[in-house]
């Protein structure tokens, strides 16, 4: 029999032998007539079950704990279940099951299995179930099994509540979309699938300052988890400016740095710097683009490197500067030799530094980044432990420098209980863009080798696919690992103008790089088709259902594949939200450690698309759709272009004559890192906006 036959079978004598116990105890209370009792007890559980709104699940069950002469045992499980529903909408902490249900693969909610409420138990159970899945996923050992029991819980509910529209969710049935936002006849195919896509991000967040942000700042999944949602927040806090989101970030950002922890600046928890970075890097880093000129986010920037400067780092055997530790507080390094390990996670610990950098130029930092990305150069040219010379490792040990930490395997560090972490690749799009900004700080040629060595291993890769890529640590399997390349290299092409690396772009762009370099518009639309079409269903999934606060858009990879089904559920995607940022600020890869946002729009990201065609530092152009009915005010910052003349224009595209807006012309001086402008926006109407050199006023690509 396959699993779907017995899931079948036990689903069905499920449904039976529920019904059974409710008509059993129905029959059993005294001064009701068994059938009117038996009507009852089916219709409050009935509506319970298949409310798929927790509040009014547990209101229907308090109708029926007092129910007169309830049987007291099964008046007594609704009393629980009722405890533990509002525990459910109600913790401060939402994941609060965790931890039991990581032990058991199971949660004790004290209802007995042959009770009628038991069936309500497994609406529950199988969303902690999905969620403890999301929360640790590579950590779990038994992945399928564990998505077999989960996919049997929702099977038993739907069985018993078929209109569940939540379990139904989880199972693959879509929620339709929870808000329209109508099209404009005649608005560009792009224009309409970004504005989707950042109308419905927007929402999202949203609901979360809505719902679930706390008097103290919190939004319920800690403070190591809440303070990674700025991440997929990205398309409309950095691309745009819209108040109460700003707010809400700037609110939540002063909180965790006044938290004790924090006194420091940095933690005072000795953990791995992946999860202790996040405190200090993940809130201060958003303000720095959000408040530029605040001085306080700018001091602690540098605090960390006061850090990294005195106590993190040494000079290792072979004369570089590393880390010695992948555990450290802002107090302490941990001395375990099998955590001594600098890793390309490394990053993490000083990224708004790494900014600060970026924008002063500061020339200590310049000392300090370029010594430790020496050490990464060094490591990246060493062919050791079977490591290929050109592969940067994602681990480099302390104090001898050599590759990979003390396990078996120069891929796998072992310097941390959750191997997967600093398993090569790990976050090398973290040390990629680090050594391309020292590039950038220091024009110095020997940052780029280790980008171009593992260009060249996954170009040669791709044209020449080998039969196998699946030996750990060879370059084929290292190569087919190489994806992080694609956001770096498209900075590099950006950035430099330089067309050496054009042949990995061309057969591993993103749709937005691609459209950068060869004006193919086709790929982009379908991608921010998709991004909308995965944002546009399951809004619940995205916010009510989320127990794991830095897991925020991650709902989808349920019903991915080997996931809630062996096979993916069609119709079910991962949005994309960086495909939001980097078309509507001209950034082609990610905002984390070298961002290359040329824009950001100091409007809100509502009736509105814009499409960035071209930047640099000479010239900016994008294409600008308003969906509203009257003229628009539009403010925006430029942050790439190098100080003189400039003249801006806005240009209707594809205008009737007569129809045509007035074209709108202004001189604008750059002086300094930001550039402020501002025109009007008219309705419903593509426009072109360029601002070029006074003295030539073409836009061309580079």
């Known amino acids: 029999m396959g699993n779907a036959a017995r899931y079948s079978t036990a689903v069905v004598r499920w449904g039976l032998r529920s019904a059974l116990c409710i008509l059993a105890v129905a029959i ?25 709104d927790d509040a009014a699940c547990r209101d229907y069950l308090k109708e029926l704990r007092d129910v007169p002469g309830l049987d007291p045992e099964l008046a007594a499980e609704a009393n629980r279940l009722i405890s533990e529903i509002e525990r459910w909408l109600t913790s401060p902490d939402l994941a609060y099951f965790g931890g039991q249900v990581r032990k058991t693969e199971d949660f004790d909610f004290g209802i007995a299995e042959d009770s009628p409420l038991y069936p309500i138990t497994d609406i529950y159970r199988g969303r902690m179930l999905s969620w403890v899945m999301l929360g640790i996923g590579g950590n779990i050992e038994n992945r399928r099994g564990w998505f077999d029991k989960t996919r049997a819980a929702f099977e038993r509910a739907r069985v018993a509540f078929p209109e569940n529209r939540i379990v139904r969710m989880y199972l693959g049935e879509p929620i339709p979309p929870h808000a329209l936002y109508p099209e ?18 927007a929402d999202i967040i949203t609901w979360w300052i809505d719902h679930r942000m706390r008097e ?28 109460k989101i700003t707010a809400a970030q700037a609110r939540f950002s002063n909180a965790l740095m006044s938290q004790d922890h924090m006194r420091g600046g940095y933690t005072t928890h000795v953990y791995d710097v992946e999860h202790t970075a996040e405190d200090s890097a993940d809130v201060i880093t958003p303000m720095m683009h959000l408040e530029p000129d605040n001085p306080d986010w700018s001091k602690r920037a540098l605090r960390l490197a006061d850090r990294m400067e005195t106590l ?3 000079v290792n055997e072979r004369g570089f500067l590393q880390y010695k530790s992948t555990y450290f507080s802002v107090e302490r390094v941990s001395d375990d030799p099998r955590q001594a390990c600098d890793t390309v996670y490394h990053p993490r610990a000083v990224q708004p530094t790494l900014l600060y950098w970026q924008r002063t130029g500061d020339e200590r930092l310049g000392r300090l980044f370029s010594a430790w990305m020496d050490t990464w150069v060094d490591a990246t040219a060493r062919a050791e432990r079977g490591k290929a010379a050109g592969i940067i490792p994602s681990a480099i040990h302390w104090p001898d420098g050599g590759i990979g930490g003390l396990g078996e395997h120069w891929w796998i560090p072992e310097n941390h209980g959750e191997s997967g972490l600093y398993t090569w690749p790990s976050a090398m799009d973290q040390m990629l863009e680090t050594l391309l900004l020292t590039f950038h700080m220091t024009h110095d040629p020997k940052y780029l080798e280790p980008i171009k060595s593992m260009a060249r291993i996954r170009l040669d890769y791709l044209k020449h696919p080998p039969e196998n890529a699946s030996d750990p640590g060879s370059d084929a399997w290292c190569a087919q690992r ?3 390349l694609r956001g770096v290299v498209a900075k590099y092409r950006l950035l430099t103008g330089q067309t050496d690396m054009d042949e990995l772009l061309a057969l591993d762009a993103s749709p937005y790089t691609a459209m950068r370099m060869t004006g193919d518009r086709e790929r982009l639309d379908a991608a921010l088709k998709a991004n909308a079409e995965a944002l546009r269903i ?3 999934g995205y916010t009510s259902e989320v127990r794991y606060t830095d897991r925020v858009v991650r709902f989808p990879s349920l019903l991915g594949s080997n996931g809630m089904f062996p096979d993916a559920v069609p119709g079910v995607a991962l949005p994309d939200t960086n495909l939001l940022y980097s078309s509507a600020t001209g950034d082609p890869g990610s905002v984390g450690y070298f961002p290359l946002n040329a824009v950001r729009w100091l409007t809100t990201p509502r009736d509105l698309a814009a499409l960035v065609t071209d930047s640099g530092t000479d010239r900016f152009a994008a294409e600008l759709y308003h969906f509203g ?38 001189c604008v001086t750059v002086s300094g890192l930001r550039t402020r402008i501002a025109f009007e926006l008219p309705p419903r109407q ?13 836009v061309s690509s580079p």
């Not at 404009?184 to 991000?201: D, I, Y």
């Not at 991440?231 to 806090?237: D, G, K, S, T, Y």
């Not at 272009?641 to 004559?657: F, H, M, N, Q, R």
């Not at 593509?686 to 073409?698: E, H, K, M, N, Y």
Request: glycine residues 12%; proline residues 7%; charged residues 25%.
């Open 216 to 243: 103290n700042g919190e939004y319920g999944g800690g403070w190591a988890d809440d303070c990674e949602m700025w991440r997929c927040w990205v398309p409309v806090l950095i691309g745009f400016d819209d108040p």
């Open 538 to 540: 399951n809004f619940e």
């Open 312 to 314: 993190w780092t040494g």
């Open 28 to 52: 059993s209370l005294p001064g009701i007539a068994a059938d009117t009792a038996a009507g009852e007890a089916q219709r409050l559980i009935a509506l319970a079950g298949n409310a798929g």
């Open 686 to 698: 593509l426009c072109t906006l360029r601002v070029a050199r006074a003295r030539d006023q073409s």
């Open 184 to 201: 404009a006849p005649g608005a560009p195919e792009w224009a309409v699938r970004q504005r989707e896509g950042l109308e419905r991000v």
């Open 482 to 484: 190489m994806e992080c």
């Open 629 to 666: 009915e009257k003229a628009r005010p539009i403010a925006a910052e430029l942050y790439l272009l190098a100080p003189g003349d400039y003249t801006l224009s806005v240009e209707p595209i594809g205008a009737s004559e007569g129809t045509a807006p007035e074209h709108i012309e202004q």
